[in-house]
C-alpha cells in the first residue's frame, strides 16, 4: 500500500480494521473486472514499473509524457533483443494502467497530447485488421464430437464441445461453471438441469447473465445429454463441474480444468476431424479458438438478434453482427441490386 494515494484522508482509529476494510475495498474493485482482465492488469503494472526503475523514472503520479514514451518503447522498443507489440495490445496495456492508477487514487486521461497522438500514430502505423476466427458450424461441431472416445474424459470434452457451442460461451465462463450456487469461492457461475433443458447463471465481462440451453434432437449432439452423462459417471455433485480426470482416464479428479484445455481441445478435435483439411496444419491451428465456437452459434441459428446479444453477452449489438459474418455474408448482393 505504499504507492497508494488518496485524495481524502481516512478515518483514523483502529489501524487492524482500517487495514481489513481496505483490502476489502481491493477485493471488490478486483471482482468489477473479469479474472483474466485483472491478471493482464496486473501483468502491466509490473511491466510498467519495472521500465520505470530501469530508467530512474518514478510510476506516480501519471506523467502523460513518461508513458508517450512507455508506448513509443513498447511499438519500438530501443533494444534489439525486444519484440514490439502489436498496436492492439499496447492499447490494451494502456487500459491496464489507466485501471491501475485508478486504484490508486489518480486519473490517467488518456486524451492528452502526449498520450493520444502517439498511440494514434501507432496504430496508423502498426495497427493490422483484426484477425477473426473460423466459425464451428453444424456439420463442424457434430465431426468434432465424433473424434472422441467414450471413457471419462472423452465425455467430459464432449459436454465441453456441445455446452460451449450451444451456449455460445467463451473459454473462461465454460471452466468456472459449478454444480450448485455458491459451491467453490472462484465460481463463475453455476447449472440448474430442468426437463427442458440446462439453466446457466453466468458471471461474464458484462455481468450476470442467464444462459437457456435445450435439449437436442438426438442424444448424439444433445449438450444437455453430453453433460448429464459427464455429471453422473464422474459423480460431481457439487463443486467444480468441469475437472481433470486421471491419466487413465477413468477417475474424475478435484482440480478445475484451465481455461487453456478448451482451447487445446478445439485445435485437436479440428485437426482430428479434417475440419479445412485443404489448407496446412499451421494455418489451420491459427483459424480456431475458443472463439470459434462462440461464433459458429451467431453464425449457424436463425434467429432474431437480440436473442443472441442476450446468450453471448454481448455489450452491443455490433459485436453480435461481427459473429454473425459468414451467416450472413453475401447473402445481399450488393453488385446485382445496384444494377452491375
Not at 481516512?10 to 483474466?36: F, H, K, V
Not at 457439487?238 to 474424475?252: L, M, N, Q
Request: glycine fraction near 8%; charged fraction near 25%; include cysteine.
Amino acid at each position: 500500500m505504499s504507492d497508494t494515494h488518496r485524495n481524502t484522508p481516512l478515518p483514523t482509529g483502529n489501524p487492524g480494521a482500517l487495514d481489513r476494510l481496505i483490502e476489502t475495498n481491493q477485493d471488490y474493485a478486483r471482482a468489477s473486472t473479469a479474472q483474466n482482465t485483472n491478471k493482464a492488469y496486473s501483468a502491466d503494472w509490473k511491466h510498467f514499473t519495472r521500465w520505470c526503475r530501469a530508467r530512474g523514472a518514478e510510476p506516480l503520479p501519471p506523467s502523460p509524457d513518461l508513458i508517450g514514451l512507455y508506448l513509443t518503447d513498447l511499438a519500438a522498443p530501443a533494444h534489439t533483443t525486444q519484440r514490439p507489440l502489436s498496436a492492439s495490445t499496447i492499447d490494451r496495456r494502456l487500459s491496464g494502467l489507466a485501471w491501475n492508477y485508478a486504484q490508486r487514487g489518480f486519473a490517467l486521461d488518456r486524451r492528452d497530447r502526449h498520450i493520444a497522438a502517439i498511440l494514434a500514430g501507432i496504430k496508423r502505423k502498426h495497427a493490422r485488421p483484426p484477425a477473426q476466427k473460423e466459425a464451428i458450424l453444424p456439420d463442424d461441431i457434430r465431426a468434432m464430437v465424433a473424434t472422441l472416445p467414450f471413457d471419462l474424459r472423452g465425455l467430459r470434452d464432449r459436454a465441453i464441445l456441445l455446452m460451449g457451442y450451444v451456449g455460445g460461451l467463451r473459454r473462461s465462463e465454460i471452466v468456472s461453471l459449478d454444480a450448485r450456487q455458491d459451491d467453490t469461492p472462484n465460481s463463475g457461475g453455476w447449472i440448474q438441469i430442468v426437463e427442458d433443458g440446462a439453466l446457466l447463471t453466468l458471471r461474464g465481462k458484462t455481468g450476470w447473465r442467464e444462459v437457456e440451453i435445450g435439449r437436442g434432437s438426438s442424444d448424439q449432439s444433445c449438450p444437455v445429454h453430453a453433460l448429464e452423462q459427464w455429471l453422473t459417471f464422474a459423480r460431481i455433485d457439487a463443486g467444480p463441474v468441469f475437472v481433470r480426470t486421471s491419466r487413465d482416464g477413468k477417475r474424475a479428479l478435484d482440480t478445475r480444468l484451465n481455461d487453456k484445455h478448451v482451447a487445446r481441445l478445439i485445435k485437436s478435435t479440428v485437426l482430428k476431424s479434417g475440419i479445412r483439411a485443404d489448407l496446412p496444419e499451421k494455418e489451420r491451428l491459427a483459424l480456431f479458438s475458443g472463439h470459434s465456437l462462440r461464433a459458429g452459434l451467431a453464425s449457424s441459428a436463425a434467429v432474431d438478434e437480440r436473442h443472441f446479444q442476450k446468450q453471448l453477452g454481448h455489450g452491443s449489438a455490433d459485436m453480435t453482427r461481427r459473429d454473425q459474418r459468414r451467416r450472413d455474408r453475401f447473402r445481399i448482393n450488393l453488385t446485382k441490386a445496384a444494377g452491375l
